[in-house]
């Protein structure tokens, strides 16, 4: 995004500075250590401007020297290259699922330090999850080093996020309905930090293109299969947002119009035959094991009869997100996760029997590059993005003494 | 987008100034009619060079000048206008459906010149709809100024179209796979014109975008009901290609797992339940004059009890719609216009029975601008394209004897 051209000529040459390195900090921090060579040919400055704008983030302590990049071999002297500092500046990020919690400290480079969990037991009241959420927060910042900066908070939710303001609008499997869920965790902080909230599958639709197994790639799903199911949509490169932030609700695609009651309130949404229920109930797991789902599938190493079905569905639901959006590759995270990776064969043969033959073609079916962080590392990366349009401007709002403020 | 920036500079002023010629251009065709005021500060060049632009384009046959304005009011002297010529340069449309096409001459400003239509038996060969579609063409080329050039051909198809090279991959409903259309229509032209082919909703979303129901709106969806049903999604202003230019397939989402056979090959898909046959039946239309439904329906001014089931799962496919992709505004399109006049309100129920609450309270369902010549108008749109890209390299590709060259 290009800097405000308003204003006096001293404000836009600010600007304009700003914005130069929050971008060259954004490709570091996407590629972990690049060349100056490179960062002047992708940022189209000159050697001096980079220079200049690389001391400056140094001495934020953003970035550190590298030695010379000795894997890839170009002509002439090797230049020198400079490499994120994934330990200083960090956000807190956090994976909400209607089931569990997960909390994590990430430093720049997508670092993950601390990590916290715990489960989410069910009919909870919003600022009761709040409080778990900010007793998460506390655990990890509080191992975190006294001088490193929070930059912020970035949260994924399960539900439509408005996007204005972040205001949890409908979050069927919680139950929650026009939910300031940021605010809450804030009050339960008491901590004054920029706070963002997401919706879990457009964050790690983020991620994955970030960093996963969709990088470089123009029209990217991450499907999140948890309890609930979402779409994050990834167009011509952009996020597909739709006209509030709300776009990609693919868990509640009419599967079967005399299926079960779902939490929306229709009938036969996807979710209920594809969601972590209807994987539990087919593998006979209890419904209140539920949340641990996630590690039961992860010991099956063999293809199981019992999940044919739902792998059947999976596919065949995925059908109608191959219809109406065409992409390139869809990624299989959450649950659908284990259960690609065990029963392909039928995800794929469900896909094929609905889809149109040639969106069938042209996408490809795949595994998180990010494993099952994909949507805690979106969190991060969400609330990282101040720092990428304005470096100075983000250490100025951020936290110094997080670990002695929040102490319980 | 920008001219190419490369190249020396004698070229690059010269590509800046056919870029801008065809800017221009596209205002006066957007708005009909334009000040030279309102084009200075739209296009943020000076006078001098709109000025001169404005010559060039008089003089070209594209634009003519036109009175200053009279009915808005602004402070200073009235502004001299210029006006689109409809009369000069002109494209064939084509909206090519299941069981009937349509052709216009169509000029500069969306102006609709001579139209000529034929009903298309099924079973037919693509080769013969071909001749059909070319007999039309020469219907309406006959009639035109013999001065006139022909820009090229726009023809719209209920099919997925290959971005790339305007291939026919899939028609389900024509029963056509990999399809060379374009080449097809021009040999039985014996011409050589520029053609292009898209998709019949996303020609339809593109015209009522710029002309139509949803001008200046960035999240629009127009959904062609035919024989078959498709979408044409616009989103944060772009439309929507996916991966190869075939998002938007929302008629064969899945509405009834146990439903009728489609002719995708699958089951139950929603163009199976409010599709064109859908509805004959549903008002006891006879088969073989399925045609001629849009006539019937126009016909009908009272809300009719036999249409309701319909109407309703018009409204539950539309909330798949919606919750995929958050519209601001569906416009119903081909038959869906007349049912919806007539059960708006079960289609809104329907709507309303499946949307999640927030994705339903920011759309809104409406009719098209343009009637029932959204796609044929779109089509024409597609086929004028180049002429807004490089006005100069437009009309040197395009046939100044077109009624002479085709004459049968």
Redesign the interface.
């Known amino acids: 995004m290009a800097p405000a051209q308003r204003g006096g000529t001293g404000t836009n040459q600010e600007a304009v500075r700003r914005h130069n390195l929050g971008t060259l900090l954004r490709h570091v921090h996407d590629l972990g250590e690049i060349s100056r060579a490179e960062l002047t040919g992708r940022m189209g400055l000159n050697r001096s401007t980079i220079a200049g704008l690389v001391t400056e983030l140094d001495s934020l302590g953003l970035i550190e020297h590298a030695l010379p990049a000795t894997g890839r071999r170009t002509a002439g002297r090797p230049s020198a290259g400079v490499r994120i500092r994934d330990d200083g500046p960090y956000v807190v990020a956090v994976d909400l699922g209607v089931d569990k919690a997960e909390v994590a400290r990430v430093g720049l480079g997508g670092k993950v330090w601390e990590r916290a969990g715990a489960p989410i037991p069910q009919e909870t009241e919003a600022w009761q999850v709040g409080a778990t959420v900010a007793a998460l927060i506390r655990q990890v910042v509080a191992v975190s080093p006294a001088d490193a900066p929070l930059i912020g908070i970035g949260i994924a939710v399960p539900a ?1 996020v ?1 996007r204005n303001d972040g205001l949890v ?2 979050a ?1 499997n919680l139950g929650w ?1 026009d939910v300031s869920f940021g605010s809450i965790v804030l009050a339960a902080l008491s901590l004054d930090v920029p706070i963002a909230l997401g919706n879990d599958a457009d964050l790690g639709a983020l991620a994955e293109h970030r960093r996963g197994a969709a990088v470089g790639m ?2 990217v799903i991450y499907i999140s299969g948890n309890v609930g199911v979402g ?1 994050g949509v990834i ?2 490169g ?1 996020r ?11 868990g ?6 005399d299926g079960e009651r779902c939490h ?1 309130g ?1 009938n036969g949404c996807w979710e209920t035959v594809v969601g972590a229920h209807a994987i539990a109930e087919a593998i006979r797991c209890p419904a209140d094991q539920v949340a641990r789902l996630g590690e039961v599938l992860e010991d099956v190493t063999v293809p199981l009869r019992e999940l044919r079905p739902v792998a059947r569905d999976l596919g ?2 995925l ?2 997100v191959v ?6 590759v869809v990624i299989l995270g959450g649950y659908f996760r284990p259960l690609f990776r065990l029963m392909g064969t039928e995800v794929t043969s469900g896909l094929a ?2 889809a ?4 069938y073609d ?2 490809r079916l795949a595994l998180p590059g990010l494993g099952s962080d994909s949507v805690l590392l979106g969190a991060a990366e969400m609330a990282m993005e101040p720092v990428f349009v304005d470096p100075v401007a983000s250490l100025g709002t951020a936290v110094t003494d997080a670990p002695a403020r929040i102490a319980g």
Chains 1, 2 share one sequence.
């Open positions: 439509l408005r609008r409908h069927p309905h123009d029209d779409a167009t011509n952009v597909l947002e739709g006209a509030a932030g709300y776009a990609g609700e693919v509640h695609l009419c599967f079967d119009p929306c229709s065949r639901g059908a109608a219809n109406a959006f065409n992409p390139r029997e609905r149109l033959r040639p969106a042209s996408v």
